[in-house]
Each structure stands twice: as structure tokens, then as C-alpha cells.
């Protein structure tokens, strides 16, 4: 394999050599044909690499995409102000305004509102604040109950129990036209407030 | 025609391929090699790991041609194997039950690996790419639970992206990254669908190669002898010596071995697969079905456990770092100790070291599986209250009962045997607490519990302590002693976890208390 490959390199180094030809087959100094050796692989390597270069912009970018771009959360309607009666806590359920054509249920988003009081909310995301299960209102007790680790919230979202860190996440809210408005898109993460 | 000829024109086509592709001279030594004497039945669980590999090869491929990877269909489309496709649920449950089967195996072919100090020189490699197999296996076992997308499955995600969403600095960019955009949907489903049917079987397939590649390289070690110790600068030539004189070929002598057991590992499998079914899919996918109660697959219920039962301050700490120690440690055994005795008898430390990690495992398991932290959520409403604890009581005490049921403290306390383990059983919680001390909790929470304070009114706790204090055996006293002033002083704030055995009380009394 490398006698081929050294005879093709002879060949095409004296075609493009420019030294005249004169002997037919005369070959160029050993050191001459080392040199263009090592500037042809040199220029090879460069070569791909500025290749590879420009194919994995689009590659990577592609992959990385989705850390990079901006997302922006949309008010979104839970319906009339008075679905949600004084003094209670009602399970409520929106279509998330972030959403791509393949997502299917998985768009569909659910949050607990609280209605401290006539016009005043409070909007409770459905993920626990320690790593993001679905919590449950029992209106008895009022508390929010975790069924993964037993993370336990008091009805304002505070923490009462369990290993949560912290509060449950809480969604901007305003009543606009009489209905109740979140804003909301990205799922809750622990650094953010929603 | 005679023998001879046939024989003669049966072989001109193999010689036709083998003179142009060598395929022979390549692989006859992976039969014949000389393996030890030795090597009995110990020696099979590498093979058996092989072979579900190549089974979950074979089923993953057929599942391939009828899953959807949408998130929009994938949970129907899995439905349908299930109940149209003829045998499709057959296959589902064979690529399910070998999985399983693949990762014990694994599990197994470590740690003898381990016992027999097999990991030292010259087979360093050959155990970091087994390392390296085993966290690509245990990815494909990961991300095969994200194919079922059920609702384990979505809130299996929620749970990853809010670990990886509390690494420092990177966290929002890293979950974007893991789920593929902001939220849990299509492009999850995707990026897992493409680690799992082309990334990591890959990956998996190009380190069995390697890791076969060593095993040839470096032959198949003996069982240890105390005091046959690894010395490396002469053991490789010693070795080849011994496998010249003594070793037997791979092939039929250890093969048959390999043979046996595997054989009797994939009866076992197919009858698995057709008895018990397929896993799942759970529940559909829809996060607004919020009445559910996310557990991960066997092989994870350890980390479940283990991060259920971390200490809330450090947990962040030890759920990103722990991961990354563990794998650094399994990569470094072999330089920690790579010569010297391979005897389990000489290494005393290391075997309990693995039996302390094993009996780890399965009790993390154990955990995961019972999960006692966890509320049982319908406890309130699904548990009747045992007749010995209603029996002659008062309609105060009676009515407490029901305070008791209503106010849910039964999805965290246990009553003769049913109900939550998150907080202490309440079956004799008269024996330990006073009246007094019991209105204290119940109102300040602590310990883990919720305060009730706001939640009761004053009828429903009186109702509710006038019932507790009724709980403890018929030849117990209560907590009160006779003739003590009363309320009982409380010098220490007085949880529900912790026995009591405090302030006043006589000590025969104390501890006749909290020997429960
Ligand atoms: S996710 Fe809720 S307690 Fe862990």
C-alpha cells in the first residue's frame, strides 16, 4: 500500500513540479521530494481541517441550539376570574405557548391557583421546588403533598416539610377583561422565580 | 463423485473468500486461543452480558420498525405493538426483561471480576472499557425507560432536568440542552430517541470490540491461588508459558461452558418475557394527570433511594459530585492496586469493601421500592381506622377519629399497620406523648411535620388529642404519670421522630415507652 502511494506522490510531484521532465521518469532530489511530502501533508491536514471546521458549525449548532435560544413566556388564559372563588385553591390546566408541532400531550400544562382573596392570586406551578413531581392540593389539610420524597408545602406555597429547598414556584399572574392571565412557557427551574 | 471431491468442491468457495479477505486468519484465534485450565464457571457472565447485548440488538431493531419517535404518538404507537401487531408485545417484553437481565449480568461479571482481582496487570484496559460499558449500558437502560413515555417516563425527565438544572453557572443551559428546549416535549423524546437506537448501542458496540480485542490480547485470567501473586514485569511471559503447557482452546473446552449457561439464561428470559409481559407504557403522557406517583426502573430504584434519603442541606452537592467520584474511583482500581496477591482470602479489605457496596445497593433498593418517605397520598381516604382504636371510645374520641382521617395525617402515619411511614406509627403515641405535647406538635409541626395549627379549628383539635391520647396498649400507662404536675414541662422543643424519653417521667416508664 505505501510503495503505491509513495509512486502516486513521485508522479504527481514532478507533474506539478514544473522541472521540465527532460530524463521522462528522472525524479527530483530525495530531500526536494521530502520537503513537498511534508508541505502536501501539511496542506492536506489544513485543508480538512478548515473543511471539518465549517461542517461542524452547522452540526454543533444544531445540537446547542436549544441551550442558546431565547424562549419568551406568553400570558397565557386559565379562563374566567370566577372559576377560582375566594378562599380556595383550584387545579387549573393551559396549553403551554411554548410548544413544536411534535409534542403532543406533553404541551399540555397544569398549575394550582389559589385565590387569597376577590382579586388577589396566587398561581402555583404543578412541580415540586425539589426535583420537579407533581404536587397535590388537599383542601382538608390544606397542604400540597409530593408523592416523590413527601415534600410538603403550606397553602401560601411555603415549605412545611420534606426535603424541598424552598417554596413552590409561583407564576405571574393579572385578571385582564375579567380573566385570569399566567405567564408562563418554560418549565420551572430552581434558579428562577417564574 | 467421491468423498474427496465434494469435499474438495465444498471448500473452493471458502478458499475463493478467505484468499480475499482473510476472514479466517482473522477470527479462527478467537476460537482456538488458549484460555486456563482453571477457567470454570466463573467465567460465563461476560458471555452471558454478550449475548442479551446482541439479543436487545436483535428485538431493539424489530421494535424499530413499528415505534413512533413523537412525542406526539410514541405512547400509542407502543400500545399498538402491544395489542395489534402479532407477537409485538413478545418482543416488547424480551427487549424489557433482557435489559434488565443485561445490567444484572454486568453487575455480576464485575464484581467477580473484582473478587478475582482480575483488573490487574496487563488488564487495566480491560476493565475501564468495562467500566466504560457499564455507564453506557446503564444509559441505554435510561434512556429505554424515556422511549416508554408514560408518565414515569416524563416526570423520569422532570426529575433529570432539575438535577442537571442545579450544576452552578450552567445549569439552565445544560437542562435546555438535556430536554432539547424549555420544556419537556417532542424534541426530548428525540434526542433520546438518538442516543438511544444510534449514540450509545454505538458506543457499546465499539467498546466490545475493544474489550474483546484486550481479552485476546491479554488472555483470559486464571482463577487466583493465594499466594500466586502478580508480579507485572515477568507476568505476561510467565503466563503465555502456563497457557502453552496447560491452557485448553477456547473453543469447545470453555465455550461449552458459555454454552450451557447462556442457553439456560435465554430459556429463562423467553419465559419471563412471555409470562410476565411487556414494561408499560404506564400512564399517558399527559403532565396535567397529576395523579400519579413517578418510580424509576430497577436498575436506578438505588439512586431514587439515595437521593430520597440525602440530607437536604448537602443534597445538591452530593447529587452532582457523588456521580463523578463513583466513576473516578471505578476507573482508578486497577491503578490503585494493579500487582501483588488476586486471592480473595489475601484481599480481606477489598471483598468487604464489595459486600459493603452490594448489601448498599440493595438496601438503597429496598428503600427506593418501599419508599417510606413517600405520603401515601389516598391514605386519608382509602384506609379504614382499624376497630381497636375506635372500640369504647367517646364521640369526642370518636369524632376525633375522624378529624384524624380527614385532616390527612393518616398519608403520614401509620394506624395499626396501614397508612404512611413518613412520620412515626401512631398506635401508641399515647405512651409517649401528653395530651399537652401532642397539641404542641400538632399546632408547631417540627420534626419533618407541617404545623396544623391554622389548618384545625379548636373543636377539631381537641377532638383530634382527645382521640390520639386514647392510643396505647390496654396494659400501658399513658405518658402522664400519676400525681406529676401537669402539663409536663418541656425543656427541649420535642420532636415526633425522636423517642421521648424526657422531662419527669419516672425511667422504667421512659423506656418501657420507646422500646417500640
Ligand atoms: S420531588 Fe417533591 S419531594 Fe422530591
Redesign the interface.
Known sequence: MSDNTNGETKKEGCVGCGCGGGGGGSLPPVAAQDARRGFMFKFGAGLLGIGGALAAVPIVGY??G???SR?RNEWVDLGATTLFPSGQTR?A?FL?P?????????????CWVRCVETGKFQVFA??CA???????W?E????F?C????G?Y?QDGSR??????RGLFEYKWKVEGGKLLIDA???P???ESV | MNRDAIIKLLKQPVQWVEERTGVIAFSAPLLTHHVPRSAKWWYVFGSATLMFFTIQIVTGVCLGTMYAPSASNAWESLRYIDEEIPLGWMLRALHGWSSSAMVVMMAIHMLQVFMHGSFKYPRELNWITGVFLLLTVLALAFTGQVMRWDQDAYWGLGIGAAIVDRVPVFGDQMRALMLGGPIIGGETLNRFFALHVFILPGAAIGLVGIHMTLIMKNGISEMPKPGEIVVPSTYRKEFEERMHKTGVPFFPDAAQRDMVFCGVCLILLVFLAAYYGPFGPGGMPDPTLINTNPRPDYPFMWIFGAVSLLPPASETAIMLISPVIGIAILVAVPFLSNSGERAPSRRPGMMLLAVFVVMAIVALTWEGVTSPWSPVMNGWSALPTPTQFVKGRTPLQMQGAVVFQYAQCRNCHELGGFGGKRGPALDEIATRMSPDQIVRQVQQGGGNMPAFGKNLNSAQMTAIVDFLSTLRPANEPDSTIPGAQLPLPIKSPLTLNEPFTGTGVPAEIATGASSR
Not at chain 1, 147 to 150: F, K, L, S, T
Not at chain 1, 160 to 165: D, E, K, L, T
Open positions: 445540537i446547542i436549544p441551550a442558546r424562549y387545579f390546566t403551554n411554548i410548544r413544536q408541532p411534535t409534542d403532543g400531550d406533553a404541551a399540555k400544562t397544569a404543578i412541580n425539589h426535583l420537579g413531581c407533581p404536587v397535590r388537599f382538608q389539610s390544606k397542604l403533598m408523592p416523590c420524597h413527601g410538603v403550606y412545611a416539610a420534606g426535603p424541598p429547598p412557557g418554560r418549565l427551574g430552581l434558579e
